[in-house]
């Protein structure tokens, strides 16, 4: 994705402007405005019903699984708090709103693909040395649930509760900053999929059915998040197996897990690791296993319509 959709910015807000895109400076990016719950509601109840996962050891990978899957090993994490359901189009298209960006001309919701070109992104930049741009969210798809009036951005209509996607892994890290998060990593995700007991699936053993993930669907539908109730991991966390793939903070690299290795560098390049499976590509058993893992790029043009986001944080 090369091309860009124009934005302008309010007059209040900090100078961000488009441009092309350099290899993007990620430590350097900053909310630019505080969450409070008037002017973002849906982002602040997510917040709020963030999940403590306790401080412990968690098992992570099989050795029954796919080679990227192994060894099993285990991991010592602190306690930390993850996001409930995925992050919804309603929560995302408030942060678009906070960030004050406005396209030049009402956009719906999958025109862009029409009217913006193929490849139309939205584009943040920080004011500073190198002028770092960075890409949030893809709205080029036909099937994009985020568009713009002409003075909002807002979300098509039944859509709202449906999980975002098309975000790139520099607007899934924006969001989540701005919200006082951060992406998971790849064992925290996985963690808070499986419990202390190394599950296969967030629900237990037993193959997904259509009670517990959202899969093999009509290849344009998401399901709402959070709810297929009886698809929760051990800690009561939702949407863990199918509907969207999910950002992590994590750098595709082997087993065994080592934070220290490089491989939570956010201002390396290579392919991020995404986690849960999804509705349409990733929905077989295997896939949809909680200690199933895949990669994404994470340059910054990419965003996909098979992939979201949940934010954690520390306890």
Same mark, same amino acid.
């Given at each position: 994705?090369?091309?860009?959709?124009?934005?302008?910015?309010?007059?209040?807000?900090?100078?961000?402007? @488009?441009?092309?895109?350099?290899?993007?400076?990620?430590?350097?990016?900053?909310?630019?405005?505080?969450?409070?719950?008037?002017?973002?509601?849906? $982002?602040?109840?997510?917040?709020?019903?963030?999940?403590?996962?306790?401080?412990?050891?968690?098992?992570?990978?099989?050795?029954?699984?796919?080679?990227?899957?192994?060894?099993?090993?285990?991991?010592?994490?602190?306690?930390?708090? @993850?996001?409930?359901?995925?992050?919804? *189009?309603?929560?995302?298209?408030?942060?678009?709103?906070?960030?004050?960006?406005?396209?030049?001309?009402?956009?719906?919701?999958?025109?862009?693909?029409?009217?913006?070109?193929?490849?139309?992104?939205?584009?943040?930049?920080?004011?500073?040395?190198?002028?770092?741009?960075?890409?949030? @969210?893809?709205?080029?798809?036909?099937?994009?649930?985020?568009?713009?009036?002409?003075?909002?951005?807002?979300?098509?209509?039944?859509?709202?509760?449906?999980?975002?996607?098309?975000?790139?892994?520099?607007?899934?890290?924006?969001?989540?900053?701005?919200?006082?998060?951060?992406?998971?990593?790849?064992?925290?995700?996985?963690?808070?999929?499986?419990?202390?007991?190394?599950?296969?699936?967030?629900?237990?053993?037993?193959?997904?059915?259509?009670?517990?993930?959202?899969? *093999?669907?009509?290849?344009?539908?998401?399901?709402?998040?959070?709810?297929?109730?009886?698809?929760? $991991?051990?800690?009561?966390?939702?949407?863990?197996?199918?509907?969207?793939?999910?950002?992590? $903070?994590?750098?595709?690299?082997?087993?065994?897990?080592?934070?220290?290795?490089?491989?939570?560098?956010?201002?390396?390049? /290579?392919?991020?690791? @995404?986690? /849960? /499976?999804?509705?349409?590509?990733? *929905?077989?058993?295997?896939?949809?296993?909680?200690?199933?893992?895949?990669?994404?790029?994470?340059?910054?043009?990419?965003?996909?319509?098979?992939?979201?986001?949940?934010?954690?944080?520390?306890?």
């Amino acid at each position: 994705m090369a091309a860009s959709l124009a934005l302008s910015v309010g007059a209040s807000a900090p100078a961000w402007a @488009i441009g092309e895109i350099p290899p993007p400076d990620f430590a350097a990016l900053r909310p630019a405005a505080a969450m409070t719950p008037r002017d973002a509601p849906v $982002s602040y109840r997510q917040q709020a019903d963030m999940i403590v996962i306790p401080a412990g050891s968690y098992p992570i990978g099989r050795d029954d699984a796919a080679a990227d899957q192994r060894p099993a090993h285990t991991v010592t994490l602190p306690a930390y708090r @993850i996001d409930r359901t995925e992050v919804s *189009n309603a929560a995302y298209a408030e942060f678009l709103n906070r960030m004050d960006l406005r396209v030049r001309g009402p956009f719906p919701a999958g025109q862009l693909a029409q009217e913006g070109g193929e490849d139309a992104v939205l584009l943040r930049e920080r004011r500073g040395s190198g002028h770092t741009q960075y890409p949030f @969210i893809a709205l080029n798809d036909e099937n994009a649930r985020i568009g713009h009036d002409g003075k909002r951005f807002v979300v098509a209509q039944g859509f709202e509760e449906h999980p975002a996607a098309e975000v790139t892994w520099a607007g899934a890290r924006a969001y989540c900053q701005w919200r006082g998060g951060r992406l998971p990593t790849e064992a925290e995700w996985e963690a808070a999929a499986r419990g202390a007991k190394g599950l296969r699936y967030p629900w237990g053993e037993a193959a997904p059915d259509a009670t517990r993930a959202h899969v *093999n669907s009509d290849p344009d539908a998401t399901a709402p998040v959070g709810s297929l109730p009886a698809g929760a $991991s051990p800690f009561g966390v939702l949407d863990m197996s199918g509907s969207l793939a999910e950002w992590t $903070s994590t750098l595709k690299r082997p087993y065994p897990y080592d934070a220290h290795d490089g491989r939570e560098d956010p201002a390396a390049t /290579g392919e991020r690791v @995404i986690r /849960g /499976g999804d509705y349409q590509y990733d *929905n077989r058993p295997e896939t949809l296993s909680a200690s199933h893992r895949n990669g994404f790029s994470n340059e910054p043009s990419q965003g996909h319509r098979q992939i979201g986001l949940r934010c954690a944080a520390g306890a």
